[in-house]
């Protein structure tokens, strides 16, 4: 099976930097997404890596250790629109679906 | 490119009574998903469509939901009848295979 772990909660400041890791069990592990939700509306793509290594766009960067089976979500610069819920979510080679994580709640502190 | 199209936006019924929602995906996407997310979790499939064939029902509450998805494009999925449990956001996405999904606005359904 599959399960994935990643914080419920994490705080920030506005203008800083903030990480937020994830943490898979998978036995057939093709790729790491990320996925932003603001409360009331859909999640919407915001990254994904099938190899090791550091994704960057724009403020938001994604890195995948497929060794540690471990990645994050890393945010710069940080804006009071960027409090949302951050999920991860493994792509399963076998059948191509995605299976997302619980979520974790940024709050931004001005 | 049109997003992810659902309706209804919002539905409320009473326990027992049935209800439908509807998806038409981003044109051109084979694949096509429906998620249910409860109020501060994560979504979990409940069903993914390759056209018009399931890959993949192991989720789904067989005894009360139903999906279909005829011609490969648009597809409904079904409670029958509802349980309190089910109030949750109905989400459906749509993919090409190998990119990330693009969900549509969801479905609030709420069972009093």
């Known amino acids: 099976g599959q399960s994935l772990e990643q914080p419920s909660e994490v705080t920030a400041v506005e203008g800083a930097i903030v990480q937020i890791n994830c943490t898979y069990q998978?036995?057939?592990?093709?790729?790491l997404s990320w996925y932003q939700q603001h409360d009331g509306g859909a999640p919407t793509f915001l990254s994904y890596n099938a190899l090791d290594g550091l994704e960057e766009t724009g403020r938001f960067s994604s890195f995948l250790s497929r060794s540690d089976s471990y990645g994050y979500l890393l945010l710069q610069e940080l804006q009071m629109k960027d409090s949302a819920s951050y999920f991860c979510?493994?792509?399963?080679?076998?059948?191509?679906?995605?299976?997302f994580g619980k979520g974790t709640r940024l709050h931004i502190l001005p | 490119e049109a997003g992810v199209a659902q309706s209804p936006r919002y539905k409320i019924i009473e326990k027992r009574q049935s209800v439908a929602f509807w998806c038409n995906p981003i044109s051109g996407h084979a694949t096509l998903y429906w998620y249910q997310q409860i109020l501060g979790q994560g979504p979990k499939l409940l069903i993914q469509?390759?056209?018009?064939?399931?890959?993949?029902d192991s989720q789904l509450p067989k005894d009360r939901f139903s999906a279909e998805r005829l011609k490969g494009v648009d597809s409904t999925l079904k409670i029958q009848p509802a349980k309190l449990e089910d109030s949750a956001v109905y989400l459906c996405?749509?993919?090409?295979?190998?990119?990330?999904?693009?969900f549509g606005s969801g479905t609030r359904l709420t069972v009093v």
């Open positions: 998978t036995s057939g592990f093709y790729g």
């Open positions: 469509f390759q056209n018009n064939g399931v890959v993949d």
């Open positions: 996405a749509s993919s090409l295979a190998g990119d990330g999904y693009t």
């Open positions: 979510a493994v792509r399963d080679r076998r059948d191509d679906k995605i299976i």
